[in-house]
């Protein structure tokens, strides 16, 4: 059911430095048509840091362990969504499946890749309990063995509660060069973090212990290079709109992100493509130290 690339296989196989790519952010992260150059310049980072991309997707029945730029480009925007509990129902019913960082962390440990990359991970939306919509992103993340290297919590979330629930979870939150968890567009003004660490070598370290204690999950979290602090009001005014419009559940992300990315000019969208690439990197290095 999960067929794993000749080239992904060979560097598992001898221990090397693989890094987990998900498809989500490049079906529905960005405009049609503009994720795939978002996750093929992940997978170009990920090589400058001398680790192997491991994108990962469900087509033609099967789960997929790195992706040719060709079937990168048939994650479009009218894949599924394919969260932890997603993945058979895509399987058996031959779609094409964008995964989630849930889905993705599910086909790692499966295949016990150790690091994962994303733009920010999902977490427990506003106004919860109404509904009580928490991404499976974090229950995937307290039971795999892996460190995801984000900018932290996307920002549309209620990044407070979802640090909270986090620690309930006992993941780790570790901050790249911060004493605070990063904002995702923004930089500062974030919960506070588990442990502060100075390197990839560092978080690697921290990582091999917490797995040699019987832990699963990690989060390293890494401001972007280039933060934008003043999206809030627009988050808020994505969120009131996604309500109007009766969006909920899946599609919220989705819907939210698209509406910043055309109301920011295009402010958002630059953003998140650059902290996505960063974040790549970052994990590439942490792969390679673990390596
Ligand atoms: N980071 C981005 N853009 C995205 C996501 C992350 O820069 O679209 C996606 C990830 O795939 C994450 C998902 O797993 O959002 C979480 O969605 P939800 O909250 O609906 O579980
Ligand atoms: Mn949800």
């Known amino acids: 059911m999960i067929r794993v690339a000749d080239e992904v296989r060979e560097a598992l196989a001898s221990r090397g430095a693989v890094v987990a790519l998900e498809t989500t952010l490049v079906a529905h992260g960005f405009p049609p048509g503009e994720g795939v150059e978002v996750g093929l310049e992940s997978e170009r980072q990920v090589r400058a840091a001398g680790a192997v991309p491991a994108t990962v997707g469900v087509l033609d029945g099967e789960v997929r362990v790195g992706l040719t730029a060709e079937e990168l480009g048939r994650v479009e925007a009218d894949a599924r969504k ?50 009580p ?8 993340l307290a039971r795999t063995p892996a460190l995801v290297v984000s900018a ?16 309930s979870l006992g993941v780790p939150v570790l901050g ?62 994505a969120l009131a709109a996604a309500a109007a419009a009766g969006v909920s559940g899946q599609a919220v992300t989705p819907y939210v992100l698209a509406h910043l990315h055309r109301e920011s000019g295009g402010r958002t969208e630059a953003a998140n493509r650059a902290l996505v690439a960063q974040n790549a990197r970052l994990a590439g290095e942490v792969a390679v130290a673990l390596a």
């Open 133 to 140: 919509d928490v991404s499976a992103d974090l229950a995937q």
């Open 176 to 237: 790249f060069r911060v004493d605070t968890l990063p904002l995702f567009y923004g930089a500062v003004g974030g919960p506070p973090i588990s442990a502060r660490v100075e390197s990839a070598e560092e978080a690697a370290r921290i990582a091999a212990a917490h797995w040699q204690l019987g832990g699963a999950g990690l989060l390293l979290g890494r401001p972007p290079d280039e933060p934008l602090e003043d999206v809030e009001p627009l988050v808020e005014e």
């Open 152 to 167: 932290g919590v996307k920002s549309l979330l209620d990044v407070s509660a979802t640090a909270e629930l986090l620690e």
């Open 82 to 131: 394919v969260g932890p509990r997603d993945l058979a129902a895509a399987v058996a019913q031959g779609a094409v499946g964008a995964t989630t960082v849930g889905g993705t962390l599910a086909v790692a440990r499966a295949e016990e890749i150790r690091v994962l990359a994303t733009g920010g991970i999902g977490g427990v939306h506003r106004g919860f309990p109404h509904p």
